[in-house]
């Protein structure tokens, strides 16, 4: 009778459970279109997620910071050894320009390079990186003007203009001198200075106002530049 009695209650407290359940989860899973529950669920992994990348952070940082020290070391002593001539040697890793005599280091200097973003408009696209490799000094510009491009004018908003437009032309963008490589990419000054030492640049090498000075009446046509 007791064990009866006790099975009755059972039942009538679990139907309650189930008809408040319903009562309530049904109602807002029809007004709100979701799956309560599930949402639920996908939020707490997401949750887990989140908190298992940000322990993860740490450890990553320093694993980047140890590669690109190493690779920077490994660059400098590729680009030392590689010739006992006078040449550029640019770690685009950290963002330094050395002025070498074969193992001799003549001037160190901070310099800004690529961002290595992406600029697309219609069918046309600019991947602003600094190249990798051995390029050469192919001529050198005193007090150079800059002939704004296309993807300038996009940045800012503006339409393009032809290309005689005045607006193209820019003076004092690129400092006082201008060490051309080739290809659209040069070693030139710059009007942010406070920049020098990061990735900002469209792909050419921004350096310090005195910097350049020495790099312009120091390497003759022809030099060598290693950009690594």
Not at 19 to 39: K, N
Not at 68 to 91: H, K, P, Q, T, W
């Amino acid at each position: 009778m007791k064990q009866s009695l006790v099975r009755s209650i059972g039942v009538f407290i679990l139907a309650a459970l189930a008809f408040g359940w319903a009562e309530l989860y049904l109602p807002l899973r029809e007004s709100l279109g979701v799956d309560i529950l599930r949402l639920a669920g996908s939020l707490g992994e997401n949750r887990a997620a989140i908190a298992a990348g940000r322990e993860a952070i740490p450890r990553l940082t320093v694993e980047v910071e140890r590669l690109a020290a190493a690779v920077g070391e490994l660059g400098d002593r590729f680009a030392s050894a590689f010739s006992d001539e006078l040449y550029i040697a640019i770690n685009a890793a950290t963002n330094r320009l050395y002025l070498r005599r074969g193992q001799e280091v003549l001037r160190e200097a901070p310099i800004s390079t690529g961002t290595g973003s992406t600029l697309r408009h219609g069918r046309s696209k600019w991947v602003f990186d600094t190249p990798r490799g051995m390029l050469t000094v192919w001529r050198k510009k005193a007090d150079p003007v800059w002939v704004k491009p296309d993807w300038a004018f996009l940045e800012e908003g503006k339409p393009i203009p032809p290309m005689d437009s005045p607006e193209r032309r820019q003076e004092g963008v690129l400092g006082s001198y201008f060490i051309d490589l080739g290809g659209g990419i040069g070693i030139h000054g710059t009007q942010q200075e406070n920049l020098l030492g990061r990735s900002v640049t469209h792909g050419c090498i921004r350096v310090g106002r005195e910097d350049l000075k020495v790099l312009y009446d120091s390497v003759p046509v022809g030099t060598r530049v290693y950009i690594y």
